[in-house]
């Protein structure tokens, strides 16, 4: 356990002075910017060590693996992020422990995470995910919803009992115009910030960029970012 707590330490401080470093180049204080680990296909030891090390932001991205995970640490003061597309049918469970969901793309999501939340006692924050490859459907490949369903989603969200209207994510898209250009897909996402603020002014947070491409988004001015591989190892198979 020693070794991976070395492990673990030497590769979060490595995370850190690329984020310290991404902040000054652009101008912006550090604690501008919040680290969430991506700690999915990983064991709850692991996130034990973590925190031990100083994280106190956690995503999981499967509630099958959450779950458990999050039992088993509930001990522990951490807020847990979900940043996976999200069946209705796995609501009820992701709610019990995530503080917020980053995964919100439909209505219909909407509508059984705010039952969910009201039965539960609790308010679960959410983020509108934002595909910025969406085609006529109107959907990205890896979920999320296109510009253009934004407003409509956040007016839901901060009308729905239990929810709380977050902000705004994205994953870089592997497709469509913004393929391979990082820095201006996280630019235009910090535009979509801009005008959802203007109607729900508390809806400041940006999540954005990954162990990949954590520059671009602090340069674009993300206000956390999503941060696995880097600090956790290249992933085992999922399966």
């Known amino acids: 356990m020693t070794d991976r707590k070395d492990e673990l330490a030497a590769n979060l401080a490595k995370v850190e002075r690329r984020i310290a470093a991404a902040c000054e180049a652009a101008g912006r204080r550090r604690e501008e910017v ?29 509630d099958q693996d959450a779950a458990p995970k999050a039992a088993a640490c509930s001990d522990l003061p951490l807020t847990w992020h979900f940043v996976g597309q999200l069946q209705t049918n796995k609501v009820r469970s992701v709610v019990g422990y995530a503080d917020l969901v980053q995964s919100v793309d439909r209505s219909r999501l909407v509508t059984a995470l705010s039952k969910e939340a009201v039965r539960a006692g609790r308010e679960v924050g959410c983020l509108i995910q934002v595909a910025l490859d969406a085609g006529e459907s109107g959907r990205g490949e890896r979920g999320g ?3 253009e369903g934004i407003g409509e989603l956040a007016d839901l969200v901060a ?61 674009a001015g993300a206000t956390h970012v999503r941060v696995g591989t880097a600090v956790l190892g290249v992933r085992p198979g999922l399966g």
């Open 34 to 62: 919040t680290l969430i680990v991506v700690t999915k296909t990983y064991p709850a030891t692991d996130v034990r060590i973590l925190w031990e090390l100083g994280v106190r932001h956690v995503a999981e991205n499967r």
């Open 145 to 147: 919803v296109g510009p």
């Open 159 to 219: 009308a729905s009992p239990g929810l709380r209207i977050d902000g705004l994510m994205t994953v870089a898209p592997l497709t469509g115009e913004y393929a391979g250009r990082e820095r201006a897909a996280f630019e235009r996402l910090m535009d979509l910030s801009t005008d959802l603020r203007r109607s729900h002014p508390a809806a400041t947070m940006v999540s954005a960029g990954m162990s990949a491409d954590l520059e671009q988004a602090v340069a």
